[in-house]
């Protein structure tokens, strides 16, 4: 039973990531995608010039992404991410 709630929104991107790759957790890949939903949405709107093809776009980026990042050595997420 969990007697505390982990505050993991204190934690860096990379702190994020060093703990999903290593516990395999959802919960901070989820704090990942929350931060970086709006800032991709923007992107893909911008590019897509379409709102549902653009949450689409999201979505299926973070869905691709799950189950490959365990196998990067990433140093920066956020720039990683947009080169994605």
């Given at each position: 039973m969990l007697f505390?709630?982990?505050n993991?929104?204190?934690l860096s991107d990379e702190e994020l990531l060093i703990h999903y790759t290593k516990s395999g957790d959802t919960e901070y890949?989820?704090?990942l995608y929350n931060?970086?939903?709006p800032l991709l949405?923007?992107?893909c709107l911008k590019y897509l010039h379409d709102e549902d093809r653009a949450?689409?776009?999201v979505m299926?980026?973070?869905e691709d992404l799950l189950p490959k990042l365990r196998n990067y050595e990433?140093?920066?997420f956020k720039p990683w991410l947009y080169r994605v």
């Open positions: 505390f709630k982990r993991i929104s204190k890949f989820g704090e931060r970086y939903i949405y923007g992107l949450q689409e776009a299926q980026l973070f990433i140093k920066v």
